[in-house]
């Protein structure tokens, strides 16, 4: 193929939505570019149990583990090429996508795959909670069952818990989760559990105590009735947000659907929806995104 371009296709981000991408394009001989910021699994790593995954894949790190071996794959056949960096901006045009990292670099090639995922909100982000500016609360997810101390609350009821749950399965301490309307439809898997309580809230006033190492919570449940606690232990497992880059387009809750983009660029992974944040979707995502492009008249075979 006699191109003017670096590249054929040039993957964002090393999760398993975009290691799927690689290794689709690197098999279809298509020149085929990484980047990465940070390390190949991308969340994986502190995923502690993998329930709905196949290929007998216990933990997220395992999958994580092989993902990694499938670049390095790539990579000693000449198939693919890492490029260590962060992407900021990402443009589509008749004849190629570009690509512009914090560094000041651009890359450009036929085909672009966005596969940015999210990043973990913080309380001061979500709409239904008031929190001082830059406030931090410990994740669920990072969470070892023997630190808990004393009752136990959580914010937000996003699908973490269930993972948690599962991979801590002789855990006893009882999770007082405050779930938000949106994160109704994401407890239903959990709702069985005895070690969770679920309370349905409208909203929350959160501040540190000025004294000892304890939160203060003013909550406000969907009949308007008001309670306040002082809650020594506090886990914050509120969801994410998209990861996305300039040029992308999105929607108004600020994920970025496939349908919107540029035809030279695609996006996959979770990235692409609130309700499509799964493994196998992101992998299945990533694959499509560059065999839906190589059938079509971006990539077509010379």
Not at 85 to 96: E, I, L, P, Q
Not at 139 to 158: F, H, I
Not at 194 to 202: E, G, K, L, Q
Not at 270 to 280: C, E, G, I, P, Y
Request: aromatic residues 4%.
């Amino acid at each position: 193929m006699n191109t003017p371009h670096e590249m054929d296709v040039l993957v964002v981000g090393a999760g398993p939505s975009g290691v799927a991408a690689a290794v689709m394009a690197a098999s279809l001989n298509l020149r085929t570019v990484v980047v990465e910021a940070d390390s190949v699994g991308g969340k994986l790593h502190v995923i502690g149990a993998l329930e709905n995954v196949p290929g007998n894949w216990s933990t997220g790190p395992q999958l994580a583990e092989a993902l990694a071996a499938d670049l390095d794959r790539l990579q000693q056949a000449d198939r693919c090429s890492i490029v260590q960096g962060h992407a900021t901006r990402v443009s589509g045009y008749d004849d190629r996508a570009e690509l512009v990292l914090e560094d000041g670099r651009v890359l450009s090639a036929q085909l672009i795959v966005v596969a940015t995922g999210v990043a973990a909100l913080a309380p001061p982000d979500a709409d239904w909670i008031s929190a001082p500016a830059r406030m931090s609360v410990p994740p669920l997810w990072r969470t070892n069952p023997a630190d808990l101390a004393g009752r136990t609350y959580v914010l937000g009821g996003d699908r973490p818990l269930g993972t948690w749950l599962r991979t801590h399965p002789n855990c006893s301490t009882t999770l007082h989760v405050l779930c938000p309307p949106a994160d109704d439809y994401k407890i239903a898997e959990v709702a069985g559990d005895d070690r969770v309580r679920i309370a349905p809230v409208s909203h929350v006033v959160l501040s540190p105590m000025t004294y000892g190492d304890e939160w203060s919570l003013q909550v406000k449940d969907r009949q308007g009735e008001r309670k306040s606690y002082v809650v020594k232990t506090l886990l914050n497992n509120l969801g994410n947000k998209p990861a996305g880059l300039e040029g992308l387009a999105s929607s108004e809750d600020g994920y970025c659907p496939p349908g919107k983009q540029h035809p030279r660029i695609r996006v996959a992974g979770d990235l692409r929806s609130a309700q499509f944040q799964r493994v196998t979707t992101a992998q299945g995502s990533g694959a499509e995104a560059v065999l839906a492009s190589y059938y079509a008249s971006v990539l077509k075979p010379c």
